[in-house]
T-cell receptor
């Protein structure tokens, strides 16, 4: 079983819809990261969080440490949000990211 | 400046060639990373440098040779690669090597081995 599980694997939405991507992890972590990767492109860090909730524009990330679960929400989705969203966790030892498989989001106009 | 740059953007090389990938950051970060990403898969960690010293080598074949000549620069030297090494190679950096620091990624080098 992968240390980081994401769902769904693929998601298609209509423009304007509210989107939720889920991430579960199996061991204690230092932080959880949400990353965005556009086709053929590099990776952009959206959020790093270790507790509570963070908001940036139309994106909201939450984490429940007790449940070992995080969600990424996109409000008023737009076609430019189409990308792969990757959940990753980091530990102090070893000090590298462990990635989920990613969620491929397509937002149709 | 929160940018990690990578050159070249694309590279095609034969199995007998020697080439190098370059990564640069000017954020004062002291941890730098090489990742390999195959299509539709998450990145896989290859190497981590901390304060210019190799800290993690994820059992990468010796045909990949990393180098960190200074705190801003990270190279990946390639020699005698196989077609299955074709992938997107991503560089990243973080302030220090610790779990609570954000990693900043470069745009990647798309490598094709023929």
């Amino acid at each position: 079983k992968n240390e980081v599980e994401q769902s769904p694997q693929n998601l298609t939405a209509q423009e304007g819809e509210f989107i939720t991507i889920n991430c579960s992890y199996s061991v204690g972590i230092s932080a959880l990261h949400w990353l965005q990767q556009h086709p053929g492109g590099g990776i952009v860090s959206l959020f790093m969080l270790s507790s509570g909730k963070k908001k940036h524009g139309r994106l909201i990330a939450t984490i429940n440490i007790q449940e070992k679960h995080s969600s990424l929400h996109i409000t008023a989705s737009h076609p430019r949000d189409s990308a792969v969203y990757i959940c990753a966790v980091s530990h102090d030892v070893p000090r590298n990211l462990r990635f989920g498989a990613g969620t491929r989001l397509t937002v149709k106009p | 400046d929160t940018e990690v740059t990578q050159t070249p953007k694309h590279l095609v090389m034969g199995m007998t060639n020697k080439k190098s990938l370059k990564c640069e950051q000017h954020m004062g970060h002291r941890a730098m990373y090489w990742y390999k990403q195959k299509a539709k898969k998450p990145p896989e960690l290859m190497f981590v440098y901390s304060y210019e010293k190799l800290s993690i080598n994820e059992s990468v074949p010796s045909r990949f040779s990393p180098e960190c000549p200074n705190s801003s620069l990270l190279n990946l030297h390639l020699h005698a690669l196989q077609p299955e090494d074709s992938a997107l190679y991503l560089c990243a950096s973080s302030q220090v090597l610790a779990g609570t620091y954000e990693q900043y990624f470069g745009p990647g080098t798309r490598l094709t081995v023929t």
